[in-house]
């Protein structure tokens, strides 16, 4: 119902818009097939890919506003066949005075300096995309919002707000496997009941604010979300479900060139409302995060980047007194190490990339690695592999260590 | 008296004039009017850009973006917006370079599909510009001080008459050892760019194929680069060319990276 409100918006909206306005249309079609290599992986399927996406753009532009449409329309047969169809984006752009922009509708929100890895960016991410090889551009959700950016003599200040709580879409179990606590180990198809999701209403919705502004080669940025987990990371013991508590988040970054390439610095305070003290044991600890990171082009058409976020956990001794003797459970200090590589060869029509999360303190690691041949202007062939290793079950990474896959991808542009 | 005076005056006219040609021709005085001629074209200008990258098999890629450019002041800062329309992988990607002669370009890229403002490490110059032949580097401008110039003699090339300069760079620098650059004595414009490796074999030919007069200002509106060790070649038309738009510095700012100035860009 309420995609259809954002159809019935645009295209009112369209049929009164200036004069001078034009259309334009794009999209692609792509297959993607992919299946694991673990046979003791207790997900409903083999497969972890297998699907026939078509992707229509339309944009449309006036001299005062601008919209924009991205539709997919897919074949699922990874689990069961099916035919779908979401609305990644579909928003009005349009000015208020000359010194504030506002988008209106359903559109991909980012912001924050980590490469995947996200602090102050408390925006709708899509894990179950993103582990079995779509485009990098499903790794964001789409959020119903509206976005506000005010230029004024201090710097940007944008504001974006949620009215309805966006989840994370993490694997359901059907094709990805993942550690659940109350089975104690990890879970295929007998997945439980969905999470609990906030209460709709305005009181529930979900505010992102960044204050931006550029110094010579650096932009600094402050940040504050108010809104919850997008991770069902909480237990509600009276529900006996799930949910997503309640979260701030306070942060900060720096990012610019030093020495031929790209630092970035972002920090963060993840403040667990739920849990002021600590001292829930179904909810997480607030965190402090940081993150430096470090990219550059070092030889011909070859570029590295490398990250290193630590997050420290408040009320440590609280959390570990409440943790079973024996069990696993994170340190106070969790690391995480990243790094990404890309070749570009033969005119930048091949691309090999390469990307690893390694967790030094939860002793798991996550990579990914793929090729990518642009056939003709049109036609880009992929394939790629994601593989998890973990000494536990139970870690952010190691939980999904039976769901390794390799897959390979077809895409059609137009 | 009067026309003593007036002698004087016509007399010091002269040797001004004689002191400016004799300027010039001065190699490095002429690299620095075709880098303006060539690069710093009016205040600012834009163009529709098609790029056609051809391989030596003859397969052909085509990269078609608007460009807008924007000169703080001439042989000085310089501002670029690109924003691509095809192929469509790329399409409706925005790209922005702040350049400093001398100093280090800023560059950043916007990914509309995941809402994404990266700035890009620009340390190789001399990377290939979207897979073609051009480098950033040719596609900005190498300053004329980056390199020692000497006038080799003045000849004719296509009927036109020309300044034949060869630049070696002051520091080691790979992309090229030696270059032979053909200005057109007119138009101050280089018609074609001869690029030498330490062996002093000839790596690349850059040239004008088409030069228009656009607003009173002669234009190359058709290049080539022309890679004779890979045996590719890269064709660049530049249409609707206009300058002087009244382009102001805002516009290259994350705030139209992410918004693309519609004004200028369809």
Request: charged share 25%; no cysteine; glycine share 8%.
């Amino acid at each position: 119902m309420r995609r259809l409100l954002v159809f019935a918006v645009i295209f009112t909206a369209l049929s009164v818009t200036t004069a001078r306005a034009e259309l334009y249309f794009g999209g692609f079609l792509q297959g993607l097939y992919g299946g694991r290599t673990d046979d003791t992986n207790p997900t409903a399927t083999e497969y972890t890919a297998s699907e026939t996406r078509l992707q229509l753009r339309m944009e449309h532009f006036g001299d005062n506003a601008e919209f924009f449409g991205r539709l997919d329309f897919f074949y699922d047969a990874a689990v069961a066949p099916q035919y779908d169809w979401e609305l990644r984006e579909g928003y009005a752009k349009f000015r208020l005075g000359s010194k504030i922009d506002v988008k209106v509708g359903r559109q991909i929100l980012t912001w924050g300096t980590g490469d995947l890895i996200f602090i102050n960016d408390v925006f709708a991410k899509d894990y179950r995309s993103f582990f079995i090889g779509r485009d990098d551009q499903y790794l964001k959700a789409p959020q119903d919002a509206v976005r506000m950016a005010w230029y004024n003599p201090i710097g940007e200040l944008s504001i974006a707000w949620t009215p309805r709580f966006e989840p994370n879409r993490l694997p359901t179990g059907q094709r990805l496997s993942f550690y659940n606590p109350m089975a104690g180990g990890i879970i295929g198809t007998q997945a439980q009941g969905m999470p609990l999701e906030p209460e709709a209403k305005f009181d529930n919705s979900e505010i992102a604010s960044r204050l931006s502004r550029r110094f010579g080669f650096y932009t600094a940025a402050l940040y504050f979300y108010r809104g919850f987990y997008k991770n069902p990371v909480g237990f509600d013991p009276n529900a006996q479900a799930a949910y997503y508590p309640e979260l701030n988040v306070y942060g900060a970054s720096i990012r610019g060139m030093l020495m031929g390439g790209i630092l970035w610095l972002e920090g963060g305070y993840m403040h667990s409302r739920d849990d002021e003290d600590g001292d829930n044991p179904y909810v997480p600890n607030s965190t402090i995060e940081g993150l430096f990171g470090y990219e550059k082009q070092i030889a011909s058409n070859l570029t590295a980047n490398l990250q290193w976020q630590v997050e420290y956990m408040q009320d440590y001794e609280t959390f570990e007194s409440q943790q079973m003797p024996g069990s696993q459970y994170r340190d106070e200090l969790y690391h995480l190490l990243t790094s990404r590589i890309t070749k570009l060869m033969m005119r930048e029509l091949l691309t090999l990339s390469g990307f690893i999360f390694y967790s030094p303190s939860d002793e798991d690691l996550y990579l990914r690695l793929m090729a990518e041949y642009k056939y003709t202007d049109e036609v880009i062939l992929a394939v790629g592999a994601n593989i998890f290793d973990g000494e536990y079950e139970s870690t952010e990474f190691g939980q999904f260590q039976k769901n390794d896959n390799l897959y390979a991808k077809i895409t059609y542009g137009f | 008296m009067r026309t003593i005076k007036l002698t004087l005056l016509v007399l010091g006219l002269t040797i001004i004039a004689f002191a400016y040609n004799a300027d010039a021709k001065d190699a490095s005085e002429l690299m620095k009017k075709s880098h303006m001629a060539y690069y710093y074209a009016a205040d600012d200008g834009l163009s529709e850009v098609n790029m056609r990258l051809i391989n030596k098999r003859g397969k052909e890629r085509v990269r078609e973006f608007t460009m807008l450019r924007l000169d703080e002041s001439d042989g000085g800062k310089q501002m670029y917006y690109t924003y691509f329309k095809s192929p469509s992988d790329v399409a409706r990607m925005t790209f922005m370079v702040h350049k400093t002669p001398g100093g280090n370009d800023a560059r950043w890229i916007y990914v509309p599909s995941v809402d994404l403002v990266k700035p890009i490490s620009a340390d190789d110059k001399n990377s290939s510009f979207v897979g073609s032949d051009f480098s950033y580097e040719d596609v900005s401008g190498r300053h004329w001080t980056e390199d020692n110039h000497k006038l080799l003699e003045e000849s004719t090339l296509n009927g036109k008459e020309v300044y034949v300069i060869e630049s070696v760079p002051k520091e080691d620098f790979n992309a090229f050892h030696k270059k032979l650059t053909y200005i057109d004595k007119e138009t101050l414009l280089p018609m074609k760019e001869e690029y030498f490796d330490k062996d002093g074999e000839m790596t690349q030919i850059m040239r004008l194929e088409k030069v228009e007069t656009v607003d009173g200002i002669p234009t190359a509106t058709v290049r080539s680069m022309e890679n004779l060790k890979k045996g590719s070649k890269t064709i660049v038309e530049f249409n609707s060319i206009d300058y002087n738009l009244g382009l102001k510095d805002n516009l290259f700012t994350e705030r139209y990276l992410k918004n693309p100035p519609r004004k200028y860009i369809r």
